[in-house]
């Protein structure tokens, strides 16, 4: 149960909880066990604090796009969510690109809650952006929330999809995602190897 403000009941708790029943609904054991992360921590005493924010008005467009009993979680628990640059892994990508990336991880290594052996988290790619190509050990899924984006990676070529798809990436495979006029939000998780230290970015563009 959340506690520590009444002005918020439950909203992470229930964000946790709706992000396990879409990451559960991948079907691979990645996402099972991603799933049952979330499910864990969402039935923890969760104390809310309210953090500076300094993306919230490049993510207010793509959360408000966000319907359903999931677009009100997301902007209830976006307040108390630690959001950043993707520049987590060492400072293999640019300042100027990770900063067009706004990010968080809820559960992981270094996520809001810890699990060694797993990341998920929500991610925007701000319009007009080349992210990659890009390889990790982790393997990684995308569940996309608003938005659309071109997508490359070796197994699979070039795919332009959109809210309600998902993109699979296998352990290692390079692969780049490609924005135009609108940005992409996303759930993302990994899980296998999700070290940093493998995280290579080969190449990246600003349009």
Not at 17 to 33: F, M, V
Not at 50 to 63: M, T
Not at 143 to 166: C, M, P, T, V, Y
Request: hydrophobic share 40%; net charge negative.
């Amino acid at each position: 149960m959340i506690q520590g403000n009444s002005d918020l009941p439950h909203s992470l708790s229930l964000l946790f909880q709706y992000l396990a029943s879409i990451t559960k609904s991948e079907g691979r054991a990645g996402g099972d066990r991603v799933s049952a992360a979330l499910e864990r921590h969402a039935a923890s005493e969760i104390e809310l604090h309210r953090l500076e924010n300094p993306f919230a008005e490049i993510l207010a467009p793509s959360l408000s796009l966000v319907g359903g009993d999931l677009g009100d979680y997301l902007r209830l628990a976006a307040p108390y969510i630690h959001w950043y640059g993707s520049d987590l892994s060492e400072n293999r990508i640019p300042k100027s690109v990770a900063d067009r990336m706004p990010m968080c991880e809820l559960i992981g290594p270094d996520g809001m809650f810890f699990e060694a052996d797993v990341r998920v988290g929500l991610w925007q790619q701000t319009a007009h952006l080349t992210y990659g190509p890009r390889r990790h050990a982790a393997e990684e899924t995308f569940f996309i929330l608003s938005g659309e984006a071109e997508w490359w990676n070796e197994d699979d070529g070039h795919q332009r999809l959109g809210a309600g798809r998902q993109v699979f990436h296998r352990s290692n495979v390079l692969h780049t995602t490609i924005t135009a006029e609108s940005p992409l939000f996303a759930i993302w998780r990994w899980s296998g190897d999700v070290g940093f230290q493998t995280y290579e970015l080969t190449k990246y563009k600003l349009d």
